[in-house]
Protein backbone atom coordinates (compact mmCIF):
# COMPACT_ATOMS: atom_id res chain seq x y z
CA UNK A 1 0.00 0.00 0.00
CA UNK A 2 1.23 3.67 -1.09
CA UNK A 3 1.16 6.56 0.67
CA UNK A 4 1.04 9.96 -0.81
CA UNK A 5 3.18 11.94 0.78
CA UNK A 6 2.37 15.40 -0.98
CA UNK A 7 -1.79 14.88 0.17
CA UNK A 8 -0.13 14.06 3.42
CA UNK A 9 1.88 16.94 4.01
CA UNK A 10 -1.06 19.02 2.99
CA UNK A 11 -2.92 17.46 5.24
CA UNK A 12 -0.67 18.17 8.15
CA UNK A 13 -0.29 21.83 7.06
CA UNK A 14 -3.91 22.31 6.85
CA UNK A 15 -3.97 21.00 10.69
CA UNK A 16 -1.65 23.31 11.52
CA UNK A 17 -3.21 26.23 9.73
CA UNK A 18 -6.41 25.42 11.45
CA UNK A 19 -4.99 24.85 15.27
CA UNK A 20 -2.90 28.10 14.55
CA UNK A 21 -6.08 30.09 13.71
CA UNK A 22 -7.62 28.44 16.79
CA UNK A 23 -4.76 29.68 19.26
CA UNK A 24 -4.85 33.54 17.57
CA UNK A 25 -9.20 33.63 18.11
CA UNK A 26 -8.41 32.25 21.77
CA UNK A 27 -5.52 34.74 22.55
CA UNK A 28 -7.64 37.59 20.86
CA UNK A 29 -10.76 36.17 23.25
CA UNK A 30 -8.14 36.66 26.25
CA UNK A 31 -7.11 39.65 25.28
CA UNK A 32 -10.51 41.08 24.97
CA UNK A 33 -11.24 40.01 28.41
CA UNK A 34 -8.73 41.48 29.99
CA UNK A 35 -9.08 44.98 28.18
CA UNK A 36 -12.86 44.79 29.65
CA UNK A 37 -11.95 43.84 32.95
CA UNK A 38 -9.12 46.08 32.64
CA UNK A 39 -11.60 49.40 32.27
CA UNK A 40 -14.02 47.64 34.69
CA UNK A 41 -11.71 47.96 37.15
CA UNK A 42 -10.93 51.76 36.32
CA UNK A 43 -14.37 52.19 36.46
CA UNK A 44 -15.49 50.85 39.57
CA UNK A 45 -11.80 51.41 41.00
CA UNK A 46 -12.82 51.14 44.95
CA UNK A 47 -16.65 48.45 44.97
CA UNK A 48 -17.14 48.93 48.59
CA UNK A 49 -17.77 52.31 50.77
CA UNK A 50 -18.32 53.15 54.67
CA UNK A 51 -19.93 56.20 56.03
CA UNK A 52 -20.47 57.71 59.53
CA UNK A 53 -22.28 60.24 59.96
CA UNK A 54 -24.68 62.72 62.24
CA UNK A 55 -26.87 65.52 62.67
CA UNK A 56 -30.43 67.12 63.40
CA UNK A 57 -33.52 65.43 62.87
CA UNK A 58 -36.55 67.92 62.09
CA UNK A 59 -39.66 66.67 62.59
CA UNK A 60 -42.88 66.93 60.44
CA UNK A 61 -46.18 66.92 60.30
CA UNK A 62 -48.83 66.33 63.63
CA UNK A 63 -46.10 65.08 65.37
CA UNK A 64 -43.87 68.05 65.60
CA UNK A 65 -46.62 69.38 68.16
CA UNK A 66 -45.98 67.23 70.15
CA UNK A 67 -41.93 66.56 70.48
CA UNK A 68 -38.96 68.98 69.93
CA UNK A 69 -36.58 68.50 66.76
CA UNK A 70 -33.73 65.97 67.93
CA UNK A 71 -30.24 64.64 66.87
CA UNK A 72 -29.08 61.35 65.06
CA UNK A 73 -25.98 59.16 64.54
CA UNK A 74 -25.45 56.61 61.39
CA UNK A 75 -23.42 53.95 59.37
CA UNK A 76 -23.92 52.35 56.36
CA UNK A 77 -21.76 50.27 54.48
CA UNK A 78 -22.39 50.41 50.30
CA UNK A 79 -21.13 48.57 47.39
CA UNK A 80 -21.00 49.23 43.53
CA UNK A 81 -22.78 48.12 41.11
CA UNK A 82 -22.03 50.25 38.46
CA UNK A 83 -19.81 53.66 38.20
CA UNK A 84 -22.61 55.67 38.81
CA UNK A 85 -25.15 53.67 41.06
CA UNK A 86 -24.19 51.94 44.68
CA UNK A 87 -26.29 49.58 46.56
CA UNK A 88 -26.49 50.71 50.65
CA UNK A 89 -27.16 49.17 53.40
CA UNK A 90 -27.23 51.15 56.88
CA UNK A 91 -28.05 51.47 60.60
CA UNK A 92 -29.24 54.66 62.31
CA UNK A 93 -30.31 56.25 65.39
CA UNK A 94 -32.36 59.44 66.60
CA UNK A 95 -34.02 60.63 69.77
CA UNK A 96 -36.75 63.08 70.25
CA UNK A 97 -36.96 65.12 73.35
CA UNK A 98 -41.00 65.59 73.78
CA UNK A 99 -42.13 69.03 74.28
CA UNK A 100 -44.29 68.48 77.22
CA UNK A 101 -43.18 69.44 80.61
CA UNK A 102 -44.84 67.07 83.26
CA UNK A 103 -44.36 64.27 80.74
CA UNK A 104 -41.00 62.67 79.97
CA UNK A 105 -41.31 60.32 77.25
CA UNK A 106 -38.52 60.67 75.33
CA UNK A 107 -38.43 59.04 71.78
CA UNK A 108 -35.80 56.77 70.45
CA UNK A 109 -36.11 55.47 66.61
CA UNK A 110 -33.73 52.94 64.71
CA UNK A 111 -33.61 52.20 61.87
CA UNK A 112 -31.93 49.33 59.64
CA UNK A 113 -32.61 49.35 55.93
CA UNK A 114 -31.00 49.34 52.31
CA UNK A 115 -31.59 51.84 49.43
CA UNK A 116 -29.40 53.04 46.23
CA UNK A 117 -27.45 55.60 45.48
CA UNK A 118 -27.30 57.86 42.37
CA UNK A 119 -24.22 59.68 41.64
CA UNK A 120 -23.77 61.12 38.71
CA UNK A 121 -20.26 60.65 36.99
CA UNK A 122 -18.71 64.48 36.53
CA UNK A 123 -14.66 63.37 36.23
CA UNK A 124 -12.50 66.26 37.56
CA UNK A 125 -15.16 67.48 39.88
CA UNK A 126 -14.12 68.07 43.97
CA UNK A 127 -18.00 68.20 44.35
CA UNK A 128 -20.36 65.79 43.22
CA UNK A 129 -24.07 65.96 43.84
CA UNK A 130 -25.72 62.57 44.57
CA UNK A 131 -29.68 61.29 45.25
CA UNK A 132 -30.91 58.27 47.70
CA UNK A 133 -33.86 56.58 48.10
CA UNK A 134 -34.75 53.30 49.88
CA UNK A 135 -36.98 51.66 53.22
CA UNK A 136 -36.61 49.28 56.02
CA UNK A 137 -37.98 48.38 59.29
CA UNK A 138 -37.75 51.24 61.88
CA UNK A 139 -38.57 50.42 65.98
CA UNK A 140 -39.77 53.09 68.01
CA UNK A 141 -39.43 52.76 71.79
CA UNK A 142 -40.64 55.58 74.29
CA UNK A 143 -39.97 55.52 77.80
CA UNK A 144 -43.03 57.47 79.47
CA UNK A 145 -43.32 58.83 82.75
CA UNK A 146 -45.35 61.60 84.58
CA UNK A 147 -43.72 64.51 86.75
CA UNK A 148 -46.56 64.61 89.70
CA UNK A 149 -44.29 67.66 91.37
CA UNK A 150 -44.20 66.99 95.38
CA UNK A 151 -45.80 63.39 94.60
CA UNK A 152 -42.86 62.29 92.94
CA UNK A 153 -42.70 60.71 88.96
CA UNK A 154 -44.91 58.22 87.68
CA UNK A 155 -43.46 55.67 85.33
CA UNK A 156 -45.93 54.44 82.48
CA UNK A 157 -43.35 52.22 81.23
CA UNK A 158 -42.32 51.54 77.82
CA UNK A 159 -44.11 51.27 74.49
CA UNK A 160 -42.31 49.77 71.38
CA UNK A 161 -43.16 49.02 67.72
CA UNK A 162 -41.71 47.73 64.16
CA UNK A 163 -42.78 49.87 61.58
CA UNK A 164 -42.14 49.89 57.77
CA UNK A 165 -40.30 53.40 56.48
CA UNK A 166 -39.40 54.64 53.06
CA UNK A 167 -36.97 58.05 52.45
CA UNK A 168 -35.39 59.48 49.85
CA UNK A 169 -33.08 62.81 49.41
CA UNK A 170 -30.46 64.14 48.26
CA UNK A 171 -26.41 65.32 48.63
CA UNK A 172 -23.36 66.22 48.19
CA UNK A 173 -19.55 64.92 48.53
CA UNK A 174 -15.99 67.00 48.73
CA UNK A 175 -13.24 65.00 48.17
CA UNK A 176 -11.12 65.60 50.38
CA UNK A 177 -8.29 62.81 49.64
CA UNK A 178 -8.41 59.38 47.02
CA UNK A 179 -9.53 57.37 50.07
CA UNK A 180 -11.43 60.03 52.22
CA UNK A 181 -14.76 62.13 51.03
CA UNK A 182 -17.07 64.62 53.39
CA UNK A 183 -20.78 64.22 52.57
CA UNK A 184 -24.00 66.23 53.72
CA UNK A 185 -27.32 65.47 52.84
CA UNK A 186 -30.81 65.67 53.55
CA UNK A 187 -33.54 63.52 53.29
CA UNK A 188 -37.52 62.94 53.99
CA UNK A 189 -38.16 59.74 56.04
CA UNK A 190 -41.94 58.46 56.35
CA UNK A 191 -42.29 55.73 58.53
CA UNK A 192 -46.25 54.62 58.58
CA UNK A 193 -47.99 54.41 60.98
CA UNK A 194 -51.65 53.58 61.54
CA UNK A 195 -52.93 56.52 63.48
CA UNK A 196 -50.68 59.04 61.56
CA UNK A 197 -47.16 58.87 59.40
CA UNK A 198 -44.22 59.60 61.67
CA UNK A 199 -42.29 62.29 59.50
CA UNK A 200 -39.03 64.13 59.68
CA UNK A 201 -36.16 65.66 57.82
CA UNK A 202 -32.82 64.31 59.08
CA UNK A 203 -29.69 66.63 57.92
CA UNK A 204 -26.18 64.41 58.21
CA UNK A 205 -22.96 65.34 57.74
CA UNK A 206 -20.52 62.95 57.80
CA UNK A 207 -17.25 61.02 56.47
CA UNK A 208 -17.04 58.74 53.74
CA UNK A 209 -13.87 55.93 53.58
Given at each position: ???D????NK??E??QYR????M??L?F??CLV???T????????K???V??GG??T?????????Y?NGY??M??????L??????M?????????????A????????M??????????L???P??????V?G?M??????A????G????V??G?V??N???Y??G????LK?S?G?S????????T?????????Y???T?????
Amino acid sequence: MKFDMKNKNKGSEISQYRHGGNMKKLLFVICLVVIFTSIASAQVSKPFSVYAGGGLTLLQGDYGDYYKNGYHGMGAAGFSLAPMFQLMGKLEYHTLPVDAAAITNDVTIIMYGAGFKFAPTLPGAPIKPFGIVGGGMATLKTDASFDLGDFGTVDLGTVSSNEFYYEFGAGLELKASPGLSFFVMARYVTIANEFADFKYIPITVGLKF
